[in-house]
């Protein structure tokens, strides 16, 4: 097979390019690909250079890896696209988490929808029109762009509809949820049969098949209900499968958040969660993941270029759905997944310019979705509320529309559950005044919004949250591995 290229937006984001880069030298056919990466830091891209250099120098390979800040340099020529960027680092994303506290909005996550996630999608979005700009002008003719960047709706559907580029979202939750069902089934290899469907981060496992045979709801709440870890783990998604009768693909945090019946007081938030790690529903847990995963590559680099001298091994490779489509596309081997597009009719009872996340079918011709699906009612009314948020959130970050702004955050589930809407006005005016730097589009409104924080209508108060932990220091992270090494042992 001929070379072809991929550049990587947001290459900085250093393990998880790492991992996209060894799946897809996983094919054969791809070894003589060129990798061309791109971020804005410098110092991010000189490390994964690094790192991809030593796989390649130690596997033997033809393959190219070039790195540049200048992201059209990068583009040049490419067929595939793909983004992981975090707009903003974490010093924007600190203040998705902080500012809503001040307003009483209790976030796990914040970058999906929820008034942190809306608020990311403001600053993404004139970035991914930059990337698709680029893409049309100095890209492959026809290339692909794969996002992986949150808030995933949002920047795909800016992308398809304003960007007017070739684009699929791509995710993972739908993978984690199925490895979940499987372990708690006591399913094998290639024994677990599935459909999800819905929206990203809102998708619904609405038919799930072990060695052929239907599983029901009963079954699968008495298989999470008996297993001694995802019992305590997952009680929130447990009563979801209760009550709506399928199973959500996302985590306990994620999906708290997405719904205005779980963390709307602080007593119910304690009930939901569970602390044994970030994800099952902790104030800002991802923020302080995020925070300690980097300061921890700064600090063991020496040991993740060690790990990049060993052989790339295939049996090892993720189920991250990129490497899949590019050999599905190259080579014809057809690949199943589960992708984020334009519904178009694909999910009948969902709007028909919503992005949703359903099953497709990949070959030499395209992404080819499975047409027809229609989603339990409860499943459907609940991702409406969410494509609702999503379009005016879009169409405001086009437009830099600030009160649109406004009745996005105000009609996000949990943000409405928690807040009036004068707290809503001031808590948005707050957060682009903060997030000014990256907010181009809302320039004008930025004067405007200082004015009437000057003079404040509602009272806040400096809240940690209910359930916040402190990012633990590099000495501390050290401590927990071993000790979690020696009880493997």
């Known amino acids: 097979m001929g070379s072809f290229k991929i550049a990587i937006i947001g290459a900085g984001s250093v393990g998880f390019t790492k991992k ?3 799946d897809i030298l996983c094919v054969p056919e791809f070894a003589e690909t060129e990798f061309a990466l791109t971020d804005t830091s410098e110092h991010n891209l000189g490390m994964i250079k690094t790192i ?16 540049t800040t200048d992201r059209r340099k990068a583009l040049e020529g490419a067929r ?3 983004s992981c960027v975090r707009v903003g680092g974490l010093g924007a994303y600190a203040d998705d988490i902080r500012i809503p506290l001040k307003y009483g909005v209790d976030q796990c996550v914040g970058d ?16 991914i029109l930059d990337f698709c700009r680029d893409i049309r002008e100095v890209a492959e003719t026809g290339a692909k762009f794969l996002n992986y960047a949150n808030p995933m709706a949002m920047n795909t559907w800016a992308a398809i509809e304003y960007g007017r580029v070739d684009t699929v979202g791509l995710c993972h939750g739908v993978q984690h949820g199925a490895e979940q069902i499987a372990e708690i089934l006591d399913a094998g290899p290639g024994e677990l049969d599935y459909v999800c469907s819905g929206i990203n981060h809102q998708t619904w496992f609405i038919d799930v098949r072990v060695k052929g045979r239907k599983i029901g709801k009963d079954e699968l709440v008495a298989a999470f209900e008996a297993h001694p870890v995802y019992s305590k783990q997952e009680k929130l998604r447990i009563d979801v499968l209760k009550r709506f009768g399928v199973y959500s693909t996302e985590s306990n945090g994620h999906l708290s958040e997405y719904l205005p019946w779980y963390r709307k007081r602080p007593d119910e938030i304690t009930r939901w969660i569970d602390m044994s790690d970030w994800i099952h529903g902790e104030t800002g847990g991802y923020l302080r ?10 600090t063991e680099f020496p040991q993740f270029l060690a790990d990049a001298g060993k052989p790339i091994d295939p049996a090892r490779r993720s189920s991250e759905h990129a490497s899949h489509i590019l050999e599905a596309l190259e080579t014809g081997r057809v690949y199943r997944g589960h992708f984020n597009v334009k519904n178009k009719g694909v999910i009948t009872n969902l709007p028909e310019d919503a992005i949703i996340e359903s099953p497709g079918f990949v070959d030499r011709f395209g992404i080819n979705m499975v047409a027809g699906i229609t989603l339990p009612e409860a499943c459907a009314a609940t991702c409406i509320s969410s494509i609702n948020v999503q379009r005016m959130s879009v169409h405001a970050a086009i437009a830099g529309d600030l009160d649109l702004l406004k009745l996005a955050v105000l009609h996000d589930p949990l943000v409405g559950a928690v807040c009036t809407p004068e707290e809503v006005w001031q808590m948005v005016d707050e957060m682009i005044v903060a997030q000014a730097e990256w907010l181009p589009q809302y320039a004008h409104a930025v004067a405007g919004a200082k004015e009437r924080l000057a003079d ?13 932990r402190e990012v633990r220091s590099i000495e501390e992270l050290r401590a927990e591995k071993e000790a979690k090494k020696r009880l493997a042992g």
Do not use: H, M
Request: glycine share 8%; proline share 5%.
């Open 52 to 67: 991809l250099d030593r796989i390649v120098e130690a596997n033997g390979l033809p393959t190219r890896v070039t790195a």
């Open 80 to 82: 595939y696209v793909i």
């Open 289 to 298: 993941y995020s925070t300690e995963t980097r300061n921890w590559f700064e």
């Open 20 to 22: 996209l880069f060894t």
């Open 456 to 468: 404040p209508k509602v009272k806040t108060r400096d809240w940690k949250g209910v359930a916040r």
């Open 112 to 127: 999906t929808i929820c008034a942190g996630g809306i608020l990311y999608g403001q600053r993404n979005i004139p970035v």
